[in-house]
């Protein structure tokens, strides 16, 4: 008895030794009845890219009773934004500005409605060719007027050579 409890502990240490070494790889042969047999092989492995660029979105939101002062504040955020952006040598056509509005707003109080001013929005993307400079941008921003950021996405570039070659390292082993 003594014997099968030792034997039992040595394959069960021995399982996870090669567990691991090997890590997450599996080798599953098996075999099927039938019209003949297959051999399934499966493998698994994890790398991590850093990311070759970082797509920032931000918006410029405004409010307030004169159009042409909206106007001219967007215009001095929009400014304000590339001059910093060329500070951290982050090129201008890396700037694109997109889905602008301009509304009115009205509020309903006793069933009358009353002018409140105008609405002004703005969305503008920015590419960071060089994703160090993420943190330094992002915390720039808070001196812009009226400037959030709406999200920070990282991009990483040639994603189909990259599984390739985590496809080929993970059948190599």
């Not at 400014?79 to 890396?94: H, M, W």
């Not at 301009?102 to 009358?112: I, P, Q, R």
């Not at 105008?118 to 992002?138: C, G, H, M, Y």
């Amino acid at each position: 008895m003594k014997w099968l409890i030792a034997f039992i502990a040595a394959c069960i240490t021995l399982i996870a030794i090669v567990y691991i070494i090997w890590g997450r790889n599996t080798y599953t042969p098996s075999v099927e009845t039938g019209t003949g047999s297959s051999v399934k092989v499966s493998a698994s492995h994890t790398e991590t890219f850093s990311p070759d660029e970082i797509i920032v979105l931000l918006r410029v939101n405004l409010t307030g009773p004169d159009r042409n002062q909206l106007v001219t504040k967007l215009k001095a955020s929009v400014e304000g934004l590339t001059e910093f952006a060329e500070s951290l040598n982050i090129p201008k056509d890396s700037l694109v500005i997109s889905d602008f509005s301009l509304d009115k707003s009205w509020s309903w109080f006793k069933g009358k409605r009353s002018f409140n001013g105008f609405e002004l929005s703005q969305n503008i993307k920015v590419t960071l060719p060089d994703p160090s400079k993420a943190s330094r941008f992002s915390e720039g921003l808070s001196t812009i007027a009226d400037v959030e950021i709406l999200s920070m996405q990282p991009i990483v570039r040639n994603q189909d050579e990259k599984e390739n070659q985590i496809l080929k390292t993970a059948t190599q082993k």
